[in-house]
Nanobody
């Protein structure tokens, strides 16, 4: 299984970024796909997730600003991040887990992470 994130970078507060995560080695349409983030000294937290059917959940801190989407034909998910804030600064990780294990993301696969830095 391989999950490759891209799209991170440095952006000013109020700006936008779009992250991508390309998956291989899995049956993409069987997997819950998620974005997590981890800031220095903090735990890794769920940002957003999307089921194979397209149902979405978001952390309260990003609702209305971030949008998760998936392209099952390309085995890729995206995270459109708008109105970015300095507190969004973190390493963002992609996660894939079979829907049967949706409550246990650590039983799935993780990408290497991509850094997002939002300057004030």
């Amino acid at each position: 299984v391989q999950l490759v994130e891209s799209g991170g970078g440095l952006v000013q507060a109020g700006g936008s970024l779009r992250l991508s995560c390309a998956a291989s080695g899995i049956i993409f349409s069987d997997n819950l796909m998620s974005w997590y983030r981890q800031a220095p000294g903090k735990q890794r937290d769920l940002v957003a997730r999307i089921t194979p059917g397209g149902s979405r959940d978001y952390a309260d801190s990003v609702k209305g600003r971030f949008t998760i989407s998936r392209d099952n034909g390309k085995s890729t998910i995206y995270l459109q991040m708008n109105s970015l804030k300095p507190e969004d600064t973190a390493v963002y990780y992609c996660n894939a887990v079979h829907m049967k294990l949706f409550h246990s993301p650590d039983l799935g696969s993780w990408g290497q992470g991509t850094q997002v830095t939002v300057s004030s």
